[in-house]
């Protein structure tokens, strides 16, 4: 079987897309068809159902993908460093949320780019994006708050994280924990809210959970990254849903306050994905195992 037929192949499993694969390969739409028609007719079966946008990988076409895309990763990985794995410098490409790769999986990970000859290269995005890039080759290791589907990739518990109601001491001393503890989510209805998305996605996981209610306030500051929640929650902006890894310094200084102590607090948990097959790479397998290693403290 032709090695190049598969790795086309490989590329539009994982891209979903004739045209996406094109891109990636650096060939014409029509050639990827082509490939793939001719690999289909070797095999005597149908790789993909061809859909409107995209393409669906039939059962047949699963299995191989499962089969042979861990080796085809492998000869790339061995065509790209040469044999010498001792004298080359590897390039580890990580994707995740940007506050937890931040904080958490970044400094990490940076301890292994001086002795383990490790260059990093990292990029930040929502779970969707982190794991079509990852499945599409883009990234070699992803932080994902969603468990991903199917065997293309595997995923492992790296962490959970507990979520916490803050707000500047003001908004604490106008509340009052007695208030909230007899009102609950009413105590709340007339604060403004901070949050990272319109759908108040913090916030709404945080009532449904603690309250078993949704919120009735709407966004007073609506802005992309939870550290500037926390930023604007700090000058007094509103009330905000923060994980506790970032709003620990703040709540020790007492820039902000813990609304409610829940018994049950909200938690997220966070997984390392890889392609699988790609751990048996050894810069993909230590940089796993030492994020494995790191959260340990952090949960």
Not at 74 to 80: G, N, P, R, Y
Request: charged fraction near 20%.
């Amino acid at each position: 079987m032709d090695l190049a037929l598969l790795r086309t192949f490989v590329t539009v499993h994982r891209a979903g897309s004739f045209t996406r694969a094109a891109a990636l390969l650096g060939l014409s739409q029509p050639a990827v068809t082509s490939q793939i028609r001719t690999l289909e007719r070797q095999l005597g079966r149908p790789l993909f159902l061809r859909q409107a946008r995209g393409v669906t990988p039939t059962t047949i076409g699963d299995e191989l993908a499962h089969k042979a895309a861990p080796h085809l990763d492998a000869l790339v990985e061995i065509a790209e460093t040469g044999l010498d794995d001792d004298s080359s410098l590897r390039t580890l490409h990580l994707a995740g949320p940007p506050e937890f790769t931040a904080e958490r999986a970044l400094p990490a990970l940076t301890e292994l780019t001086g002795d383990d000859r490790l260059a990093l290269r990292a990029s930040f995005g929502n779970a969707e994006e982190t794991l079509e890039g990852l499945a599409a080759g883009h990234h070699d290791l992803a932080i994902s708050t969603a468990r991903p589907r199917g065997a293309l990739l595997t995923a492992t518990a790296l962490c959970d994280e507990e979520h916490v109601l803050v707000a500047a001491p003001r908004w604490a001393e106008q509340i009052g924990p007695e208030a909230l503890r007899r009102k609950g989510a009413p105590a709340l209805e007339n604060l403004p809210v901070v949050e990272v998305h319109e759908s108040l996605p913090f916030v709404s996981r945080y009532w449904a959970s603690v309250f078993d209610s949704r919120p009735a306030a709407s966004g007073t500051v609506i802005v992309p990254d939870l550290r500037a929640v926390l930023a604007c929650a700090i000058t007094g902006a509103g009330v905000a849903v923060l994980p506790r890894y970032l709003c620990a310094p703040a709540l020790a200084s007492g820039d902000v306050i813990a609304l409610h102590d829940p018994a049950v607090p909200p938690l997220r948990t966070y997984f390392l994905v890889v392609r699988t097959g790609t751990l048996a790479m050894p810069h993909i397998a230590r940089a796993h195992e030492w994020l494995q290693r790191a959260a340990a403290d952090w949960c």
